[in-house]
């Protein structure tokens, strides 16, 4: 069974920056798009940002854009660049792919079949 692995995350203090990588232990693992998620103490899961599989389309919430960016490391690994970190950015981090069909609706959580353990990302003030 393939599984995604998430490494990067830490404790950082507000303003800083932090990448976060995810990587399938298969690396012929095929992927119609990865994404970013995270999930706050007692919120839901909240989408941040995806890519296709080619690294050329990439949405983002609006609560990170332009602060965050999503990249294809390879066929089978993403990264994502968080800038202009704040407190309100804890949370533990997922990383999701989506394997059997094209993502049409990409902040839901239902569109990926994969899911990463999650990395604790932790922003002091």
């Known amino acids: 069974q393939v599984q995604l692995v998430e490494s990067g995350g830490g404790l950082v203090q507000a303003g800083a920056s932090l990448s976060l990588t995810c990587a399938a232990t298969d690396r012929t693992f095929k992927t119609y798009a990865m994404a970013w998620f995270r999930q706050a103490p007692g919120k839901e899961r909240e989408f941040l940002a995806t890519?296709?599989?080619?690294?050329?389309?990439t949405i983002y919430a609006d609560p990170v854009k332009g602060r965050f960016t999503i990249s294809r490391v390879n066929a089978s690994a993403v990264a994502l660049r968080m800038n202009g970190l704040t407190p309100e950015d804890t949370a533990v981090y997922y990383c999701?792919?989506?394997?059997?069909?094209?993502?049409?609706?990409?902040?839901?959580?239902?569109?990926?079949?994969?899911w990463g353990q999650g990395t604790q990302v932790t922003v002091s003030s």
């Open positions: 999701a792919a989506a394997t059997l069909a094209a993502v049409t609706s990409p902040e839901s959580t239902d569109e990926y079949d994969y």
């Open positions: 890519i296709s599989w080619s690294g050329i389309n």
